[in-house]
């Protein structure tokens, strides 16, 4: 006998077999609509008490960095020994206040002792020398003006007789042949003078310019001799300006080289702040920039002295120089907190500095809602910066307010849910 089966309806339709694939359709038209209504981003739920937050606002950008500077002597000269040597004794120590050509130290150098006594022996040997030629010289110079009068007497002499020959033969007196003699005699006398005296020139150029040699070569070892007695002076180590002895590194009978830096003396009449910079900022820190600082509650001023076009480890040097009043009981070692202004103020959107740009370098903040239940993620870009506020120059307006806390916590949320 069959069984009739009733037709279900209403509600317990709503649940057979043949309502599964209608279940199905809806579930999943419902999950597509979530899917399309969803925002594009990813949200993550913060504390806000553990948030740093920043008004962002409009005003006076004033353009300058802190720096920190160490007060050294605008002066300090190296001492080196210009001889080298073994330290024979120590005068003064380190840290006393000396006055320019003090004795320092002392050295002691064999080689140079024995030098000394060589150019001396040398310089005698040729003082000898010029001293014999000198002599001998003017034992020729005597000879050949002897020379010279024994001829000019014979000159006069074969003249006279020449006179007497010539007459007597122009009265025939004489033969022919006792005339020419006579004649012959007087020219060669001549001849025999003219060769002296000529003789007695070339002698005198000769030894004038022998003797203007040796002495000249004669003044060159005496000065050479000054010079080696000078180098023995160079082995006192003598203070070359007024000022306070820093490091002495030498002990005694330390054999020490020539040109060995021992130590250094700084002029403490006047200073200098010596300041590490960070190299962002090497093509706008220049000579003559202006900085201040404070201490013992008054504010003191500089000015940038020098640039220094090395750099290591991310950083260059500065040196500044005081402007007007220094502080009293100044002492080199000191560290100065310097503001170094790198331009003029000016209007602009500003942000408070914060931890937040180690994670963004400035490219992006995270805006807070103006109801304050959340911040979203924006674009933004930071162009200078002071150890207060960034200049924002796109992405943010006046009145908003940011997250300046760092965002290292946060991964690639683009929305924060307080």
Do not use: C
Request: cysteine-free.
């Amino acid at each position: 006998m069959d069984k009739i089966i009733e037709k279900k309806t209403g509600l317990k339709a709503a649940f057979t077999k043949k309502a599964l694939p209608w279940w199905f359709g809806g579930a999943l038209a419902v999950l597509l609509l979530i899917l399309i209504l969803k925002p594009n981003h990813s949200t993550l739920r913060i504390d806000a008490d553990t948030l740093s937050f920043g008004d962002v606002t409009s005003g006076e950008f004033n353009d300058y960095i802190r720096l920190s500077g160490t007060v050294q002597p605008l002066v300090t000269i190296q001492i080196s020994p210009i001889e080298g040597g073994i330290v024979d004794a120590i005068l003064i120590e380190e840290g006393t206040q000396v006055k320019k050509g003090d004795e320092i130290l002392r050295l002691s150098n064999d080689n140079l002792d024995l030098q000394i006594l060589n150019s001396e022996a040398e310089l005698a040997e040729k003082e000898n020398i010029l001293r014999n030629t000198q002599i001998q010289m003017e034992q020729d110079r005597l000879n050949v003006k002897q020379s010279k009068a024994e001829y000019q007497l014979n000159v006069k002499r074969l003249k006279r007789s020449y006179e007497q020959q010539k007459a007597l033969y122009e009265d025939k007196l004489i033969a022919r042949e006792d005339y020419l003699k006579a004649k012959e005699d007087y020219e060669l006398a001549l001849e025999k003078l003219e060769i002296i005296l000529d003789k007695e020139v070339q002698d005198s150029l000769f030894r004038s310019t022998q003797i203007e040699r040796m002495e000249e070569s004669l003044e060159n070892m005496q000065l050479n001799m000054r010079m080696i007695r000078k180098r023995k002076d160079n082995l006192t180590i003598k203070a070359p300006i007024d000022g306070q002895l820093g490091i002495l590194d030498a002990v005694l009978g330390e054999n020490i080289g020539a040109g060995t830096k021992i130590g250094q003396i700084s002029d403490m009449s006047s200073y200098k702040i010596e300041a590490q910079i960070d190299e962002h900022y090497i093509d706008r820190v220049i000579p003559g920039l202006e900085a201040t600082f404070e201490r013992q509650g008054s504010t003191f001023n500089a000015s940038l002295r020098k640039v220094y076009p090395e750099v290591r480890d991310g950083k260059f040097k500065a040196d500044f120089k005081f402007e007007g009043e220094t502080p009293d009981n100044i002492r080199s070692g000191q560290t100065y907190y310097l503001n170094l202004q790198l331009g003029s103020p000016e209007s602009a959107v500003l942000v408070p500095r914060g931890s937040f740009y180690q994670k963004t370098g400035g490219k992006w903040i995270y805006v807070v809602s103006p109801e304050g239940g959340k911040a979203v993620r924006r674009e933004i870009r930071i162009g200078r910066q002071n150890p207060q506020y960034y200049e924002v120059l796109e992405g943010l307006q006046p009145g908003e307010k940011v997250i300046i806390s760092g965002y290292d916590s946060f991964g690639d949320n683009e929305v924060l849910v307080f």
